[in-house]
């Protein structure tokens, strides 16, 4: 693999949680080129198998890849989780980054020791989840409140932020939380941080001795360390302009351009979005029906 400076980085998601982080990447590194790659037809990642899980990060990698990508961002707990080693193994030349829980900077900020973690059902049973957490509770004697958000990146992905039912599911997913004492609140889901705006009402009726809330989007974190990596083999890019992002995605194209204006506030004129080339789309044994059409 060759890489130069004028190389994209590409960042890719089950749908489009991870534009949460590729609008970090955007504020850290303002003059690199962005292809972003939303898997909406597969999403949602958390309830799938990890084999399936692996079998589209390959995938997706090897699209990004066609298009002479120089760093890969998986900005995707839950792929990070499941596929992050096999990509590693797989393309070891590529610079590949992954999500990290924000476990450890949440023991850092909870003065109860007691920290709340919204995530999907395949983040919190994974592996690389429970070392870091059994590590940590060791070193730190921090209680880790888990709480599996079974529902909640759909809503996100139909747009429905502060919707009744969103709201609803974010009361009874954060109740736990509240009821134990949780003095700070990591989102374990790139889709979350979306989010953050209805959680912070409900957790201040839930719990009102703690209505300043903690809340840890690690978006940023990773962002810094994609530019420090960058930086140390002299990839970084020196073209002093912006870029349109190219985003692809393997359903709808109209509904990532919503996501790319509504989340993003971005203007038609600052992003682009194509299908992904079908010989990258869905696995053969998968069967989907066709997004565009489905309300």
């Known amino acids: 693999m060759k890489f ?41 990642y958390g309830e799938k198998t990890e084999t399936a899980i692996i079998e589209r990060c390959l995938a997706i990698t090897d699209f ?9 961002v998986v900005a995707c707990n839950t792929a990070t989780a499941a596929a992050i080693r096999v990509l590693r193994a797989t393309y ?11 476990l450890k900077p949440a023991t850092q900020l909870s003065k109860k020791k007691i920290v709340g973690v919204l ?16 590590q940590l509770q060791q070193e730190t004697q921090t209680q880790f409140i888990e709480q599996a958000c079974n529902g909640l990146a759909e809503q996100i992905e ?20 509240a009821t134990a004492g949780a003095d700070v609140i990591v989102l374990g889901c790139t889709h979350y941080p979306f989010v953050k705006s209805a959680i912070e009402p409900i957790w201040g009726k839930l719990s009102p001795e703690h209505n300043n809330i903690e809340i840890l989007d690690t978006g940023r974190a990773v962002s810094l360390y994609l530019r420090e990596r960058l930086l140390q083999t002299k990839l970084i890019s020196t073209a002093q302009k912006n870029h349109v992002v190219q985003a692809y ?22 992003f682009s979005v194509s299908a992904i080339p079908q010989d990258y789309c869905l696995p053969a044994r998968y069967s989907f029906p066709n997004p565009c059409t489905m309300e």
């Open 4 to 44: 130069t400076l004028d190389s994209p980085v590409g960042v890719f998601d089950s749908g489009v949680g991870g534009l949460s982080v590729l609008q970090h990447i955007r504020q850290t590194l303002p003059f690199e080129r962005l292809l972003y790659v939303a898997d909406s037809a597969f999403a949602p």
């Open 64 to 72: 990004l890849l066609s298009r002479h990508i120089k760093a890969l």
């Open 92 to 102: 070891p030349e590529l610079m590949i980054i992954g999500m990290e829980p924000g």
């Open 119 to 134: 995530a999907t059902e395949r983040t919190l049973s994974s592996q690389k989840f429970c070392h870091l957490r059994n």
């Open 158 to 177: 139909k747009g429905e932020l502060q919707s009744d039912a969103t709201r609803a599911l974010l009361h009874r997913y954060l109740s736990p939380l």
């Open 249 to 270: 995605t393997s359903a709808c194209p109209e509904h990532l351009a919503r996501a790319l204006t509504q989340l993003l506030q971005l203007k038609n004129e600052e």
